[in-house]
């Protein structure tokens, strides 16, 4: 069954795939919360980097996207066939119309899963939107409002932040904004370095190619990159769209630890998004586990919030727990391997990891 853009017998939905669908970007800021995941540059990212397939349950209404439960079909003949909202997605909430009370969209998903063969439907986020569903697995969320000055941000950060940042600046720490893709190569290296530090494998380099051609060049995000001369030391990637951005990626170079410039790459951030009107900045998905990172989004007067994921097994037509795998005995393996074939060893696993 292939119905990427057609009308179904799922109660006036339509399943669109924004790959084959020219103006989804312009239907879905018919909706004002839609976000940046929701839309066709984070699609074509996903395709293009893991082959997954688009399958987007919609209701539209006179023109304007009223409903929207944006999922991908992704299959592994390791684990197997599912659908994920979205794959690699810190959140992606549901769309609904305003004061809506109840919606077909997970009861129409699990109706296509079905016939599809899919495993599960896993949604990250919006557990409240699908009647009877409970958490799988949680995890915190920050956001940075960026209502005031720059300068009455700053402080309102934690005192050790402020330091940091200070710090990194009588280093002679300087920050570079970039949309090139020669600030994403930049970043990769650091991110590589970083992932082994942590025993993890890098998510392939195509997936950050794709990142740099389908977001930056496009105008949704920047990478923040923080030298000393011209060592880079730590860079970040971000995302945007309607004033809100969204920290999605960061990397270091240990070595540099000391001179604190992951704290100055995200107070350049804050301020150069404050300065041009955003109205917030969502730090993404920290592990509960995760104590040091928690404490150091905290630092820049995040508010912290409660991240739910539930995953429904389609074939036992219930809600089954989902291990948050931040850390475990393959942390010290990966750790020990010499980063070519650490990221041999990411361009194996993440296509079949979502």
């Given at each position: 069954?292939?119905?990427?853009?057609?009308?179904?017998?799922?109660?006036?939905?339509?399943?669109?795939?924004?790959?084959?669908?020219?103006?989804?970007?312009?239907?879905?800021?018919?909706?004002?919360?839609?976000?940046?995941?929701?839309?066709?540059a984070w699609a074509?990212?996903?395709?293009?980097?893991?082959?997954?397939?688009?399958?987007?349950?919609?209701?539209?209404?006179?023109?304007?996207?009223?409903?929207?439960?944006?999922?991908?079909?992704?299959?592994?003949?390791?684990?197997?066939?599912?659908?994920?909202?979205?794959?690699?997605?810190?959140?992606?909430?549901?769309?609904?119309?305003?004061?809506?009370?109840?919606?077909?969209l997970h009861e129409?998903?699990?109706?296509?899963?079905?016939?599809?063969?899919?495993?599960?439907?896993?949604?990250?986020?919006?557990?409240?939107?699908?009647?009877?569903?409970?958490?799988?697995?949680?995890?915190?969320?920050?956001?940075?409002?960026?209502?005031?000055?720059?300068?009455?941000l700053f402080e309102?950060?934690?005192?050790?932040?402020?330091?940091?940042?200070?710090?990194?600046?009588?280093?002679?720490?300087?920050?570079?904004?970039?949309?090139?893709?020669?600030?994403?190569?930049?970043?990769?290296?650091?991110?590589?370095?970083?992932?082994?530090?942590?025993?993890?494998?890098?998510?392939?380099?195509?997936?950050?190619?794709?990142?740099?051609?389908?977001?930056?060049?496009?105008?949704?995000?920047?990478?923040?990159?923080?030298?000393?001369?011209?060592?880079?030391?730590?860079?970040?990637?971000?995302?945007?769209?309607?004033?809100?951005?969204?920290?999605?990626?960061?990397?270091?170079?240990?070595?540099?630890?000391?001179?604190?410039?992951?704290?100055?790459?995200?107070?350049?951030?804050?301020?150069?998004?404050?300065?041009?009107?955003?109205?917030?900045?969502?730090?993404?998905?920290?592990?509960?586990?995760?104590?040091?990172?928690?404490?150091?989004?905290?630092?820049?007067?995040?508010?912290?919030?409660?991240?739910?994921?539930?995953?429904?097994?389609?074939?036992?037509?219930?809600?089954?727990?989902?291990?948050?795998?931040?850390?475990?005995?393959?942390?010290?393996?990966?750790?020990?391997?010499?980063?070519?074939?650490?990221?041999?060893?990411?361009?194996?696993?993440?296509?079949?990891?979502?």
């Open positions: 069954m292939r119905c990427d853009h057609a009308e179904n017998s799922f109660g006036g939905l339509v399943v669109i795939n924004p790959l084959e669908h020219p103006d989804w970007d312009a239907l879905l800021a018919t909706h004002p919360e839609s976000g940046f995941f929701h839309g066709g074509r990212v996903l395709h293009r980097t893991y082959g997954h397939r688009p399958v987007y349950f919609c209701r539209i209404a006179n023109g304007r996207l009223v409903e929207l439960l944006a999922v991908m079909e992704v299959v592994s003949p390791w684990t197997g066939r599912r659908g994920v909202s979205l794959p690699f997605t810190d959140v992606c909430a549901v769309l609904r119309d305003t004061g809506q009370a109840g919606s077909r129409a998903a699990v109706e296509f899963g079905v016939r599809e063969g899919w495993k599960y439907l896993e949604c990250r986020g919006g557990v409240p939107d699908w009647p009877g569903a409970s958490p799988s697995v949680a995890f915190y969320g920050h956001n940075v409002e960026l209502s005031g000055p720059p300068e009455q309102s950060f934690q005192g050790a932040v402020r330091r940091g940042v200070r710090k990194a600046l009588d280093a002679g720490v300087k920050v570079e904004f970039s949309r090139h893709p020669e600030s994403m190569q930049t970043f990769y290296q650091l991110h590589c370095l970083t992932r082994q530090r942590h025993g993890v494998p890098p998510q392939p380099r195509r997936f950050f190619e794709s990142i740099a051609s389908e977001v930056l060049a496009e105008g949704h995000g920047f990478v923040t990159t923080a030298r000393f001369g011209a060592k880079p030391l730590a860079a970040a990637v971000y995302f945007h769209r309607h004033r809100r951005a969204i920290y999605k990626f960061g990397a270091s170079d240990g070595t540099f630890q000391h001179m604190r410039p992951n704290n100055l790459v995200m107070w350049e951030t804050i301020r150069r998004c404050a300065q041009e009107g955003f109205e917030g900045l969502h730090l993404g998905r920290t592990s509960v586990v995760n104590t040091g990172l928690r404490r150091f989004k905290l630092g820049f007067g995040a508010r912290e919030e409660r991240m739910e994921y539930c995953r429904y097994d389609l074939a036992g037509q219930t809600f089954v727990p989902i291990t948050d795998r931040a850390e475990g005995w393959f942390n010290g393996l990966f750790r020990s391997l010499p980063l070519p074939w650490l990221r041999l060893a990411g361009r194996i696993l993440y296509p079949h990891l979502s």
